[in-house]
């Protein structure tokens, strides 16, 4: 747990680096969006303090819904090849994870239907699509899902965790309301790191 822990607050650290080139990012449908190498390495790092997540074993699941058009393409894209490469080197929490892309169904239920057949356990909403949190199934089989939005202020849409800026620091956000409600249970490690919703 320490050592999940340090590598959490490295990651963190390591954001604090890179103010210029948060200033040169362009907004994507709203806030300023944490850069996708960043914003990827927390969310993985946090997935690994979800109880449920960590007591499971085997083959995780990581779907990053997208839409069929507009930047929020780009950004799923992007935050799924950012996580790819994360994951081929790292595991979240003793587990390989593998990234599946779900292209976003103009009907929220056939959405939720792609997402429970890749038997995801993260779902990551790109850009624009936070709307959606509400659809995405909270569980599946026995398995709790985490929904994470691209923003940490866009939480109120339904998402558990997501990424913002305090300044030019990236800090992670955590909806411990929803959570709760959802079922998912986060170590108390990353709830001091993590600016906390309720």
Do not use: W
Request: hydrophobic share 45%.
């Amino acid at each position: 747990m320490k050592s999940r822990s340090k590598l959490l607050t490295r990651a963190l650290g390591l954001l604090g680096a890179v103010p210029l080139l948060l200033l040169s990012l362009r907004a994507v449908a709203g806030p300023t969006l944490v850069p996708p190498p960043l914003r990827s390495a927390i969310i993985v790092k946090s997935a690994a303090y979800e109880r449920s997540f960590a007591e499971r074993s085997g083959k995780a699941v990581l779907a990053v819904v997208l839409d069929s058009t507009n930047e929020t393409r780009e950004d799923g894209r992007v935050m799924a090849a950012a996580l790819q490469k994360i994951l081929e080197k790292t595991k979240i929490a003793q587990r390989a994870t593998q990234v599946v892309e779900v292209t976003r169904d103009p009907d929220p239920t056939k959405t939720a239907e792609k997402i429970r057949a890749a038997h995801a356990e993260i779902v990551y909403l790109s850009a624009g699509l936070e709307g959606l949190a509400g659809e995405i199934p909270t569980q599946d089989d026995m398995r709790r899902i985490i929904v994470v939005c691209s923003h940490g202020s866009q939480l109120d849409r339904g998402c558990v965790l997501g990424v913002e800026l305090d300044g030019t620091t990236p800090r992670l956000v955590l909806n411990l309301k929803r959570a709760s409600e959802v079922g998912l249970r986060f170590q108390p490690d990353l709830l001091r790191l993590a600016r906390v919703v309720r």
